[in-house]
């Protein structure tokens, strides 16, 4: 009679061992590699994700297996993106009933070419913003974390969001104004792109910022943020191009100063903005 509780108590230690293996070490394997991939072409069947081995660590607490691999790639006709790690969150539930049901992703990705990103994510998640963003930027180099969640259907919910830093691209907002070397911290979500410690150069002018919004607005973009400079000389070509709008009147050759200047506006789709406000301390 004795036997049965050392027996007892050693399948209840071999348990407790190997819960303590799977949820701090883990292991490695590719056997969700195929459900996982399919779960992507489900959202895009353009789209193609090629995993290398995957690992997997329990959380016994939430009863979610939390998966990771690096070197992957995401590909279709937009472009590819390289992505340095993927982390997803797989419920043991929807594995016992075998439906397999991805409920969280994020992608940490290498350097990228922003449009490249932009039109890849494009595939996935259509926006106004992106579409906004696409025009808008010509060249440059970003890197990113992107995390979005998934509903029982498998559909990416509204709540995603999109972070990192951009380095050395050029903007061009309207036909005059030509952003080049701007470097950035961007943080994006639904209807919202927030871009802080901003430096760039404008029409060869540098300029800083510490942040500027883009908010969706019925069928326009709000515009806000703040601008700064030091000491700059305005020749007559720019100060054509940047004060000449506002005052006609203007009658200077030459301008140096600095300023600290709040300014907003509205941009519709076919970039043409009104509602111009600004406020300078110069």
Same mark, same amino acid.
């Given at each position: ?77 937009n472009g590819t993106i390289e992505i340095e790690s993927l982390k997803a969150q797989i419920s043991l539930k929807t594995l016992v009933e075998k439906k397999f049901l991805i ?12 449009? $490249? *990103?932009? =039109?890849?994510?494009? %595939? ?6 992106? +579409? &906004?963003?696409?025009? @808008? #930027? ?12 998934f509903d029982t259907f498998g559909k990416i919910k509204d709540n995603y969001k999109i972070n990192g830093f951009i380095k050395d691209t050029e903007l061009r907002l309207l ?30 002018? $540098? *300029?800083? =910022?510490?942040?500027? %919004? ?6 326009? +973009? &709000?515009?806000?943020? @703040? #601008? ?38 509205n941009l519709n789709k076919g970039f043409k903005f009104d509602n111009f406000v600004v406020s300078s301390d110069i």
């Amino acid at each position: 009679m004795k036997i049965i509780p050392k027996i007892f108590i050693i399948i209840l230690l071999f348990i407790i061992i190997l819960l303590a293996y799977l949820s701090t070490i883990g292991f490695e394997t590719d056997r969700f590699n195929n459900q996982i991939e399919n779960r992507i072409k489900n959202i895009d069947k353009n789209t193609q994700l090629n995993l290398k081995k995957i690992k997997i660590v329990l959380n016994p607490f939430k009863l979610k297996l939390n998966v990771k691999t690096i070197g992957s790639k995401l590909k279709n006709q937009n472009g590819t993106i390289e992505i340095e790690s993927l982390k997803a969150q797989i419920s043991l539930k929807t594995l016992v009933e075998k439906k397999f049901l991805i409920e969280n992703l994020e992608v940490s990705t290498r350097s990228l070419e922003i449009k $490249n *990103l932009i =039109s890849v994510i494009r %595939s996935f998640q259509n926006s106004p913003e992106l +579409f &906004f963003l696409e025009k @808008i #930027i010509k060249k440059g180099y970003l890197i990113a974390d992107i995390k979005v969640e998934f509903d029982t259907f498998g559909k990416i919910k509204d709540n995603y969001k999109i972070n990192g830093f951009i380095k050395d691209t050029e903007l061009r907002l309207l036909k005059k104004y030509n952003f080049q070397k701007t470097n950035l911290i961007f943080d994006y979500k639904k209807n919202h792109l927030s871009l802080s410690d901003i430096a760039t150069e404008l029409n060869t002018l $540098n *300029l800083f =910022s510490d942040n500027i %919004s883009i908010k969706k607005n019925k069928k326009n +973009f &709000f515009v806000k943020g @703040i #601008i700064n400079h030091k000491m700059i000389n305005l020749n007559k070509k720019n100060l054509d191009i940047f004060i000449k709008p506002f005052l006609p009147d203007f009658d200077i050759e030459k301008l140096l100063f600095s300023s600290k200047n709040t300014f907003s506006f509205n941009l519709n789709k076919g970039f043409k903005f009104d509602n111009f406000v600004v406020s300078s301390d110069i």
